[in-house]
């Protein structure tokens, strides 16, 4: 008779460290976690947010659940105190951003549950969600943004143009050429620049279907600020200058 294999040392080895660190980490209150939130700046917090988004994007490509031992240990870190605020602004850019729903399967593991969202909220692949976020940024700027300004932007959300990404490929192509041909956005070369600088602007695509009253309430959420503390931005929106009804981007393209 054919006897099972028991388990190797080295996995139960293994398997008795994870449910460690999981033990080890305990959610801090809400008490504990507002002091931390003093004692950080809101750049930083975005930071650490946009680490724990791209780290999670990319597990995802392995269909492989986030431990939260394993995000607290490997990306979290000092910032443990205000772990439910990252994972909530995290699960708040997945909505908004990508179209995605960040899940808690059980209390140790985290997935991203795809397809919840209608395109009419929000951009429902990765692609329109890279594009929303330079339109958002374009319109929050003041209709128009230099190059280095948009690439800065990207990197804060660990998409560099100078590298290629599992997602998007080749970043600055599909930004430069690709958006551009479809009209989403207009690239131009700034006159008398030395070195030669060139600055983005909303084509006229994205005039016909991104709504900026959607972009300016996304904001607000991101920020947790009322959309109308950006004055300029909200009589914008509001005063019928974006002829975009529907506040939806065609994914027929992507």
């Given amino acids: 008779m054919t006897q099972r294999k028991r388990p190797s040392n080295t996995l139960r080895l293994s398997q008795s460290k994870e449910e460690d660190e999981d033990v080890t980490f305990t959610q801090p209150s809400s008490s504990q976690v507002q002091r931390g939130l003093e004692k950080l700046t809101p750049a930083q917090v975005d930071q650490k947010t946009a680490e724990v988004v791209q780290y999670i994007l990319v597990k995802d490509q392995k269909k492989i659940p986030v431990r939260r031992a394993e995000l607290v240990k490997n990306i979290v870190k000092d910032y443990r105190t205000v772990y439910p605020e990252i994972i909530k602004r995290a699960k708040r850019i997945f909505e908004q951003v990508f179209g995605l729903k960040l899940v ?151």
């Fill in 104 to 254: 808690e399967i059980d209390p140790k593991n985290h997935i991203l549950n795809k397809n919840v969202l209608s395109v009419h909220r929000c951009p429902s692949n990765p692609k329109t969600g890279l594009l929303f976020v330079i339109l958002s940024v374009i319109f929050m700027k003041g209709g128009i943004v230099r190059e280095n300004q948009i690439w800065n932007t990207l990197k804060k959300l660990r998409v560099d143009p100078g590298q290629r990404h599992e997602e998007f490929g080749d970043v600055r192509k599909v930004v430069t050429e690709e958006f551009v041909r479809q009209r989403y956005l207009e690239y131009t070369r700034i006159p008398h620049t030395e070195p030669i600088e060139y600055e983005f602007r909303w084509g006229h695509r994205a005039d016909m279907e991104v709504s900026k009253a959607q972009i300016l309430e996304f904001m607000g959420q991101l920020h947790e600020q009322d959309p109308r503390s950006w004055s300029q931005q909200y009589r914008e929106a509001h005063t019928g200058s974006s002829s975009a009804s529907s506040g939806s981007l065609s994914t027929s393209t992507f």
